[in-house]
């Protein structure tokens, strides 16, 4: 069994700056929804609500990961 351990703020702002104009980012707090509509409709805001997304992250990391300041990947899957 592999483990790994990631600071969750830098796993936050590096997937919302790499692929949060992919909605990756949605997808990673878990609002499926707002991942596909960011993921067809963030081309028609140039960019600009990827980038709110990625100031958001700055500011603070989302609440999914609350209970920990670590994320722990256990075979490549997150675990909680």
Do not use: P
Not at 35 to 44: S, V, Y
């Amino acid at each position: 069994m592999t483990t790994k351990t990631v600071n969750k703020h830098l796993f936050v702002w590096l997937g919302s700056f790499l692929f949060g104009g992919f909605g990756v980012d949605r997808f990673m707090r878990g609002q499926i929804g707002m991942g596909i509509c960011k993921l067809l409709f963030n081309w028609a805001t140039l960019g600009i609500w990827s980038f709110v997304d990625w100031i958001v992250a700055l500011v603070k990391a989302y609440s999914t990961y609350n209970d920990t300041e670590d994320i722990t990947f256990i075979n490549g899957g997150y675990s909680r």
